[in-house]
Each structure stands twice: as structure tokens, then as C-alpha cells.
């Protein structure tokens, strides 16, 4: 405003001073029926600006005292919150459509025509979904009870740094406590817990988890998995007695669980329990708890002789199957028995062409010392051809 009053000023300046510095000040004639009026253009001017003045000076005394009846206050009162809820409507059906930023922006609006506790929550919601974590936070201060919403608060600060989670651990648990069907807050605890490596929790909130459908059942199998290896090998450290007593202590749905079932395996690779990893294999392929797939993808088929004969009697009711003989060629590499693997493993490239498959034909191929055909290899496994 204070631009436009100097611009304003140095246009009038203009119309002034090139006239009288010429020595013409101009004149305005004003003929109103047979009355005429005729002035100099200055003075018109500046009766012109001091009419304006006048008439702004009774407009608002008048307004003034329009505002002070009962009838004034009560039609503009009804004006401002028509305009302020047609301005959270806006900001509602913006929020509806996923434009979080002319939500925002409406129900800004909303609070300066009216000072609504509601809307002050919208926009806090606003806030936080453009990732405006301390507006949304001093939104919130303006909410009805701001002392009831510690909740909310402490979702937009981790959310805005979830570095924080170790020192606000206890809380969140007070929270979880508190706030047992929270999907996000239950989220944002999986994220804290996953972070610093506190996999008792993260098994702990598994069932919540599934029941509040935090995350798809792929991303959940996989972190139980993660946790439950994480517990398989802490316990493991103990020695294998402690790791065969920790896993018959598990119910029978939980052994049979193909994400845990994967961790038992992965941990008895990684303590070389060959003959405990290869009764888990086999019996989990013969009862359907496991699938051969997910086995050769994660590579955990051991040289045990249950699961070798396992296989070898799969093979002869399917000798074209190619996931067998895959895993009858990673088996073979695990015993070095380079010609079984050759034969298997070449066989299985035609049948299940894959990237594993032409990854452990290169190892084959490499330890008979034939260079070329595992350069070869290794580059359809890059390529993902056949």
C-alpha cells in the first residue's frame, strides 16, 4: 500500500509540475444545467482528494454505527461465517481430492473470518500432509483441548525427524499403550523399533500389525523374518542347544510359518547345523510349509541327505521340472560334484531361465575351469536372458 500512495503521488506531482513549470496551470469547467464552475486544474484536484477523504471519513461512522445495532451486528456476524464456512467447505473437498496445499490455503481463510477450534484441526492435517510438520504443530495449539493432542504432536516430530525415536522410545511405547488401534502410530513404532534394532518389539507389535493392516502381508513376512533371524541369532550365540530349545519352544503355527521357518534356516546356514537345517528343509517341503522357489531365491538348501533324497524322488515323478533340478544343481555345487551340477543346472537354464540359475552355472562352469562358458553365463545372468 505504501507503494502505490508514493506512485500515486508522483503521478499527480507530474500533472502538476509540467504544467506550472510551462506557465500553463490548466483550468476545469464543470457545467451543471446553467451553473458553470470553472477552477484551476490544482485546486480541482485537490477538492477531488479531500472529497474522497470526506466521503471514506462518514462511510466508515456510518458503518460504525451500523456495526454497533443489534440488526448490524448480527447481519454482518451471519456474513463473516457464511464466508468462513464456505471457506472450510473448500478446504474440506481440497483435502477430499488430495490438494492438501489449496486445503491449507482454504482453511487459513476459514480461521482469519472465524476463530473455529475444528478448523484449526484441518489445518493441522493440512499442514502436516505438505510436510509443514511446525506449522502443522502450531495449528495445533489452536485446537479444541491442545493438551489432549500429545499424540499428534509426536507423530509430526518424528515424522519431521525420526532420528529422535531412541530418545522418545518411552514415550512411544506410553503412547502404544494409550493408543493400542493407532495404524500410524503402530507404523512410525515398527520404523523406531526396525531402526535401533529392538526386534523383541518388533515381534511384539506383529500381531497388531497384521490386525490394523499396516503394511501389505509381503512386507510384513519379510520383516518377521528380519526379526525373527535377528532373535535366532542372538540366541544361537548360546550354542546350538539353546537354538534347538528356543525353536521347540515356538507353537506349532509359528514353526510352521514360512517367514520364521526361513530365519531358523538362515541362522543354521550361518551356524553350519547342517543336519538341523536339512530335517527343517525337507520336512517343510513335504508338508507344504515351504515353497522350493523362495528357497533356491534365498539360497537355503543345505547337502543333507533327507532333503537330497527329498528331491531325488520329486525328480524321478517329474523329471522335467526345472526348480528341481536347479535345486538338485545347488546341491550338487554344496558336495562339488561339478559334473551333476553341470548336467542339472544346464538343463534347468532351459527349462526355468533365471538369473540364479545362470549365476550358479558361472560357478560351475568357473570351477571346472572353463572360463568362457562362465563368462558367457555371467552375462545372461546380467542380461536376464536365455
Do not use: C
Not at 25 to 50: C, D, F, H, K, Q
Not at 274 to 280: L, M, P, Q, S, T
Not at 330 to 344: G, N
Amino acid at each position: 500500500m505504501k507503494y502505490a500512495w508514493i506512485i500515486v503521488l508522483l503521478l499527480i506531482a507530474g500533472l502538476f509540475i509540467g504544467p506550472l513549470w510551462d506557465g500553463n496551470t490548466g483550468y476545469v469547467l464543470i457545467a451543471v444545467g446553467n451553473y458553470t464552475i470553472e477552477t484551476s486544474l490544482v485546486a480541482a484536484v485537490i477538492l477531488l482528494v479531500l472529497a474522497v477523504i470526506v466521503l471514506r471519513v462518514i462511510w466508515g461512522f456510518v458503518m460504525r454505527l451500523v456495526r454497533g445495532t443489534a440488526w448490524g451486528m448480527k447481519w454482518f456476524g451471519q456474513r463473516r461465517n457464511s464466508k468462513a464456512q464456505q471457506a472450510l467447505t473448500d478446504g474440506a473437498t481440497a483435502l477430499v481430492h488430495g490438494d492438501h496445499r489449496s486445503a491449507s490455503s482454504a482453511f487459513n481463510r476459514s480461521w482469519q473470518l472465524r476463530h473455529d477450534g475444528t478448523v484449526a484441526l484441518f489445518a493441522s492435517y493440512a499442514a502436516a500432509a505438505n510436510e509443514d510438520y511446525p506449522q502443522a504443530r502450531k495449528w495445533l495449539q489452536h485446537a479444541p483441548n491442545p493438551t489432549e493432542l500429545q499424540l499428534a504432536e509426536t507423530l509430526f516430530t518424528l515424522q519431521q525427524h525420526p532420528e529422535q525415536a531412541e530418545q522418545r522410545l518411552t514415550e512411544i511405547k506410553e503412547l502404544r499403550q494409550r493408543y493400542p488401534q493407532h495404524p500410524q502410530l503402530l507404523r512410525i513404532a515398527l520404523q523406531a523399533y526396525e531402526h535401533l534394532h529392538r526386534w523383541d518389539e518388533v515381534l511384539a507389535s506383529l500381531t497388531d500389525a497384521e490386525r490394523l493392516e499396516v503394511m501389505t502381508a509381503t512386507e510384513r513376512s519379510e520383516l518377521a523374518e528380519r526379526a525373527y533371524r535377528e532373535r535366532f541369532l542372538a540366541i544361537g550365540r548360546e550354542g546350538p542347544p539353546a537354538l534347538a530349545a528356543f525353536w521347540k519352544s515356538l507353537s506349532r503355527d509359528e514353526r510352521r510359518t514360512a517367514s520364521i521357518r526361513h530365519a531358523y534356516l538362515s541362522v543354521l546356514k550361518t551356524y553350519q547345523l547342517v543336519e538341523a537345517a536339512d530335517k527343517i528343509a525337507a520336512r517343510g517341503l513335504k508338508r507344504g510349509d515351504l515353497k522350493l522357489a523362495q528357497l533356491l531365491d534365498k539360497q537355503l538348501l543345505v547337502a543333507g541327505i533327507e532333503l537330497r533324497d527329498y528331491l531325488q524322488q520329486q525328480l524321478k515323478q517329474h523329471p522335467e521340472d526345472g526348480l528341481l533340478l536347479q535345486a538338485m544343481g545347488q546341491i550338487a555345487i554344496a558336495t562339488k560334484e561339478w559334473a551333476l551340477a553341470e548336467r542339472a543346472l544346464r538343463r534347468a537354464s532351459e527349462l526355468v531361465p533365471s538369473r540364479r540359475v545362470w549365476l550358479d552355472l558361472a560357478k560351475v562352469y568357473s570351477a571346472q575351469g572353463n572360463s568362457q562358458a562362465a563368462l558367457a553365463a555371467y552375462e545372461k545372468a546380467e542380461l536376464g536372458t536365455h
